[in-house]
């Protein structure tokens, strides 16, 4: 089945400090991606739709100066947190959806808990 | 605007026992598809089941089998003969029959599955 790689696994960094997360369709295309946070024990919020060769689309609340996303081919979106702050530490999840006549199917990445000192 | 709700934060279950988890969503749209992810301590999400809303024959998986309720808009997903690997998180999940394919997901259901 399809395969959605998120790189990094895990990533510590110091406040005020850009982390880069990357979500990557490895054996299709994807010209929509989307990217969530998820808060402990508690559900998937989505925080865009990245789309490939134009401006992401961001959901209500959430700053797109402090979550920069470039949806730079048809594999491959990326997530910037820009001078991360403690309350940026989340687990945070891409996925691309498969579509094509009835299907609307999407895969997930493995996610990326970062964690912000 | 589309809603899902999952009225059980948790629930436990012996093991070989069957599990019903709730969920109810709003729309007002008629064509729509309707989704179960399971979450595992690895925090993977792997989806379990998948209804076309058009479709008015209940979707299974093996032991995983849903009742849609369209009118009541109800969905609601049976695990029978559980087993120690169905520990998880559960979600519900509702998606447009568009090419937006944006998930709402509901706030979710842990299940513990007791040996």
């Known amino acids: 089945g399809a395969v959605v790689s998120q790189h990094p696994s895990r990533v510590i960094c110091k406040s005020g400090t850009s982390v880069k997360i990357e979500c990557r369709s490895l054996d299709f295309q994807a010209t929509t991606m989307f990217w969530y946070r998820q808060f402990p024990k508690q559900s998937l919020m989505l925080m865009a739709t990245s789309n490939e060769g134009s401006k992401a689309t961001y959901e209500q609340g959430v700053e797109k100066d402090k979550f920069l996303i470039n949806h730079a081919s048809l594999t491959l979106s990326t997530l910037t947190v820009t001078s991360a702050h403690p309350e940026d530490s989340s687990f945070y999840i891409c996925?691309?959806?498969?579509?094509?006549?009835?299907?609307?199917?999407?895969?997930f990445g493995a996610g990326t808990r970062l964690s912000v000192l | 605007a589309q809603t899902v709700t999952q009225s059980q934060p948790e629930m436990s279950v012996q093991e070989a026992e069957t599990v019903t988890l709730s969920c109810t969503y709003d729309t007002s749209e008629s064509n729509y598809y309707l989704f179960w992810y399971k979450q595992p301590p690895s925090r993977q999400m792997i989806l379990v089941i998948r209804?076309?809303?058009?479709?008015?024959q209940n979707a299974t998986e093996n032991r995983f089998s849903v009742n849609f309720q369209k009118a009541a808009k109800s969905f609601s997903l049976k695990i029978s003969d559980s087993q120690l690997g169905d520990t998880a998180m559960y979600f519900c999940?509702?998606?447009?029959?568009?090419?937006?394919?944006?998930?709402?997901f509901g706030k979710g259901t842990r299940l513990h599955i007791l040996p």
């Open positions: 996925s691309a959806p498969v579509t094509g006549g009835t299907k609307n199917i999407q895969y």
């Open positions: 999940a509702f998606a447009l029959y568009l090419r937006d394919d944006k998930i709402i």
């Open positions: 209804q076309e809303a058009y479709k008015q």
